[in-house]
């Protein structure tokens, strides 16, 4: 599947849901679920700055394909991390910087990507990004 | 505001129009205006009485909550209500608070030391004022158990 796919089927996952209370159990659930990132990488370098709760990612390329992990100290920002992870990990720096992520929108979660939320995710969304862009210029080296 | 402009040089006008350039707040004035009148007329005293009894009782309430911690217990507090409950992220709480109707500020509320000095990475933060009730305090605190079973 490619991102697009993914997007779409988180979006049809949570058209489901017909109440807030239902959607974010369910964000809540997959929060709750094993920690996505390696405890070695949970430090000080990793943590995105700027925000209310914690967030760290990791990241690193492998065959030409970046691949995310990550964690939060806050439960529903745990559980979109898991979502951005399960969307974006895996595929082409190329390709993750087109993607265009409007799932969180459409699943009804913006709010939780405004700036001045200082949630980390809006921060989290842009280190992706970043890393995204210094990997595909590593590849374009190599 | 300027007195006279030419390529060599500016003047400006005498104090206070030197630093009233550019049309007044007119709007605004007028608006502080209404709410001064409005503050006179339902009295400090009354707002403090009330303000004061929506924080002890919100207090009371709160702290029946299983798990809950109050930050700050001074004697002569203003009508804000901080705390944490059972290593749940106060962001969480304020989300789901949010969804519920319900305003309250979460974080380290631009006091960083403080949270420090308290070990803590932030608080909810309720705060009443003339215009909250009884009834809002109650469904507060409802919200607040709802909350914090979704996320335990």
Not at chain 1, 64 to 83: P, W, Y
Not at chain 2, 92 to 120: E, K, N, S, W
Request: with cysteine; proline share 3%; hydrophobic share 40%.
């Amino acid at each position: 599947m490619n991102i697009a796919e993914k997007e779409q089927e988180v979006m049809e996952e949570f058209s489901m849901f017909e109440d807030w209370m239902d959607k974010y159990s369910y964000l809540i659930e997959l929060g709750k679920d094993l920690p996505l990132i390696n405890e070695k990488y949970k430090t000080n370098q990793h943590l995105i700055s700027g925000c209310q709760s914690r967030v760290w990612l990791y990241a690193e390329l492998k065959d030409g394909k970046m691949f995310l992990s990550a964690d939060s100290d806050a439960i529903i920002t745990k559980g979109i991390v898991s979502l951005l992870v399960n969307v974006l990990s895996g595929h082409t720096p190329s390709e993750i910087l087109e993607a265009k992520l409007d799932f969180l929108d459409q699943i009804g979660l913006k709010e939780h990507l405004s700036p001045t939320r200082a949630n980390g995710l809006s921060s989290m969304v842009k280190q992706i990004m970043l890393y995204a862009r210094v990997f595909q210029i590593k590849l374009k080296e190599e | 505001m300027i007195d006279q402009v030419s390529f060599e040089k500016t003047t400006f006008n005498e104090l206070p129009y030197k630093y009233e350039a550019g049309t007044p707040n007119v709007a605004g004035a007028l608006g502080l205006e209404a709410a001064l009148r409005y503050v006179e007329q339902t009295g400090l005293d009354s707002i403090f009485e009330h303000e004061d009894k929506l924080l002890r009782y919100a207090t009371e309430k709160l702290e029946k909550v299983d798990g809950i911690r109050i930050i700050g217990h001074a004697k002569e507090k203003a009508a804000v209500l901080s705390f944490l409950v059972n290593g749940i992220h106060p962001f969480d709480l304020g989300t789901l608070l949010d969804q519920m109707g319900i305003a309250v500020r979460t974080g380290h509320h631009c006091a960083q030391p403080l949270m420090d000095f308290y070990g803590i990475p932030g608080t909810v933060r309720a705060s009443f004022a003339m215009y909250n009730t009884l009834e809002e305090v109650d469904i507060f605190v409802d919200a607040v158990k709802k909350a914090v079973g979704m996320l335990q």
